[in-house]
């Protein structure tokens, strides 16, 4: 299994208009979805600068904000005590979550779990399973193998499905992990798939088009 490396958020700007500081827009679809269940315990698996643990926090949500970079977590401790909120705070390896087994409602892990290799996503799978309350739901996603990342020939191999990063910026030598339909469904072989959608996000830099595919996953675990 290949070491864990989590995002350099050193690197990363904090500003009110950082993208990663504003929700993810399956983050509403989410948080009434589970308000509506009356779910609570929410944990925000990869919080990144806390843009989805602010988000459920505000809406009474018992938030805990879990990331493998030190930075992350003092960043989004910093910005919830500015607007009065108080969230558990844990610094870890998503291959072993700090948490009490059937403890959690519900998990977002969004452009999370793709930061390992084959064998470490099953492990983060198998651990999402242990800490979910039974009739918990989890979503997640998955590079897809469509996408640029996975066909860059220059990039180190680390298995059948996984590349090393090799791009300048934060996810530099970051492992990424890429799927298919078929791997998504047989990862995921033990939980109720709610739905799954595969989505082509454009973005522009330096006057050029690039665009991304990532695998959307809703998951259920049963009884």
């Not at 989805?52 to 949500?61: C, D, P, Q, V, Y």
């Not at 990331?67 to 390896?93: H, M, N, P, Q």
């Not at 979910?132 to 996603?141: A, M, P």
């Not at 339909?181 to 072989?189: C, E, Q």
Request: with cysteine; glycine share 6%; hydrophobic share 35%.
């Amino acid at each position: 299994m290949v070491k864990s490396k989590g995002w350099q958020w050193e690197i990363v700007k904090d500003d009110e208009s950082s993208v990663w500081k504003e929700p993810s827009i399956e983050s509403y679809y989410l948080l009434n979805r589970w308000k509506n269940q009356d779910k609570k315990e929410f944990l925000d698996l990869g919080c990144g600068l806390g843009r989805h643990s602010m988000l459920f926090g505000k809406n009474e949500f018992n938030v805990r904000c879990f990331d493998f970079s030190e930075e992350s977590i003092a960043r989004t401790k910093a910005w919830a005590e500015s607007e009065g909120l108080s969230f558990d705070y844990r610094v870890g390896d998503m291959l072993a979550l700090p948490y009490r087994d059937s403890s959690i409602d519900c998990i977002m892990c969004r452009n999370v779990i793709s930061h390992t290799d084959t064998k470490g996503v099953k492990q983060a799978i198998s651990e999402v399973k242990r800490v979910l309350k039974n009739q918990g739901e989890c979503y997640l996603t998955f590079a897809s193998k469509e996408t640029w990342g996975f066909k860059q020939e220059d990039w180190p191999q680390v298995d059948e499905n996984t590349k090393l990063r090799m791009e300048e910026g934060p996810e530099y030598e970051v492992p990424h992990f890429y799927a298919d339909y078929n791997l998504v469904k047989k990862l995921l072989a033990d939980f109720e798939i709610i739905f799954v959608t595969h989505i082509e996000d454009f973005y522009e830099k330096n006057g050029k088009i690039y665009s991304s595919f990532h695998y959307h996953v809703l998951i259920k675990k049963g009884e």
